[in-house]
């Protein structure tokens, strides 16, 4: 189970490991088991399972089943009421945990929300990686991979006032690419803080960006990126 914030590299990390490892991926989309047809959704359940044993069958080394988003379905089984759907989601739930426990080959869940995901599931996986948040030496690399025109000083800025992801940076660097193709010059500083501010929709205020056109970008520490 590799778990954490969004853009954090759950999903590259299989891809890695696929690729490390020289192993063929089966990547299950598990929102898409959620058939609106009653009854359905428990075979389509079943069928991703058989039809990994069948695709395993074919390969060479054992492939990766790759439930991405897992706690669309792995979420804390409800009790104490009854319908259709609750009587379903459980049902799914409980041939899961079933197929789970049974399960030979490899098998890697990602969630964002740990914390959702009902206990029976979180003893069924031998390995429960967190990935964190990158450090801000990591950030200052990742923006300066992303934006190599950046300075020291803008790069170490935005390291420091935004808790970004690495996905989150990914979006900003994409973002300043396209406004540079519509707009023809180069992005500013301030246009590149107000794509942060977007990006975090308005959540993350900084008092050291207060005032920073007023050369005090001096104040800030160097960071040191060598090992």
Known sequence: M??????????????????????????????????????ESEKIIKRIFSDYKSFA?????TPIL???????????RKTGTSSNIVDTENRI??????????????????TNMANNLDTAFERRFLFKIELKRPSIIAKFEIWKSKMPSLTFEKVELLAKEFNFSGGQIDNIARKNEIHEIIHGTKV????????????????????????FNKKNSNSFMKVSCTN
Not at 2 to 20: D, N, Y
Not at 57 to 61: E, S
Not at 66 to 76: G, M
Not at 188 to 210: A, H
Request: hydrophobic content about 35%.
């Open 2 to 39: 590799l778990h954490g914030f969004p853009g954090t590299g759950k999903t590259e990390s299989v891809l890695q490991i696929a690729k490390v490892t020289n192993r063929n991926i089966m990547k299950v989309d598990i929102s898409s088991s959620r058939s609106v047809w009653y009854g």
């Open 66 to 76: 790759f439930i991405n988003e897992a706690d669309a379905i792995l979420s804390k």
């Open 57 to 61: 069958k074919k390969q060479q080394k």
């Open 93 to 110: 739930q409980n041939i899961l945990l079933e197929e789970i426990e049974n399960f030979k080959g490899i098998l890697i869940i990602t």
């Open 188 to 211: 500013n500083l301030k246009t590149l803080i107000k794509f942060c501010e977007e990006e975090t929709l308005g959540r993350q205020t900084s008092k050291t960006l207060i005032g």
